[in-house]
């Protein structure tokens, strides 16, 4: 059986069998984040559509009274939920000076060295992020605007985060075994794009 041009051998160990259920997870957790930027948009429309027929007549209210505060859960939540799928698809902004600067010799391990670092990073963020939407669920707390309880945008947040961290371990130990770090498929445009 010949194999497309450009195809990677379907992998079957433990390894490869992880990466492709975090690589699934990821793109779960990017189509949420797409669904958030759509509310995000249809959000923002509705802002200017009130703010427009405000000035028509006095009968339309100026704005959504909960538009600012559940944009900003709606971005938030986009932005951590599609951070995981962005990073397997090599799209994230990196400073790669330092890589180019030795010729390629190091890039390796200064890639399992980075790659620790904000694994590392990604997940302190996770837990603290877990344990503050539990500490709001607990303590029943609300949004002083819309009496959101706190723990639904903090979890959605959480929960992002923790596929943000879960598919920068898998980086980590795709590096360390010196397989592919970022899936082709994933890509939708060029980095320079």
Not at 124 to 145: E, P, Y
Request: hydrophobic residues 50%; neutral net charge.
């Amino acid at each position: 059986m010949s194999q497309e041009l450009g195809a990677q051998p379907e992998r079957n160990g433990p390894v490869d069998i992880l990466q492709r259920v975090i690589d699934r997870i990821s793109l779960v957790s990017a189509y949420i984040a797409a669904g958030c930027l759509g509310g995000l948009t249809l959000l923002t429309l509705g802002q200017v559509a009130l703010g427009l027929l405000s000035k028509v007549s006095h009968v339309f209210p100026s704005d959504i009274a909960v538009g600012w505060e559940y944009s900003a859960y709606l971005m938030g939540t986009a932005f951590m939920l599609g951070g995981a799928l962005t990073m397997r698809a090599g799209m994230q902004i990196r400073v790669e000076i330092v890589m180019r600067s030795f010729g390629g010799r190091f890039e390796r391990p200064l890639e399992i060295l980075a790659s620790t670092i904000g694994a590392a990073f990604v997940s302190f963020l996770a837990v603290s992020l877990a344990l503050f939407a539990a500490d709001s669920f607990s303590s029943g707390q609300v949004s002083g605007g819309s009496l959101t309880p706190l723990w639904v945008p903090q979890f959605t947040l959480a929960l992002g985060t923790t596929v943000y961290a879960l598919q920068s371990i898998m980086r980590v130990i795709a590096a360390v075994l010196n397989k592919p770090l970022v899936n082709e498929s994933f890509k939708v445009a060029s980095a320079s794009e």
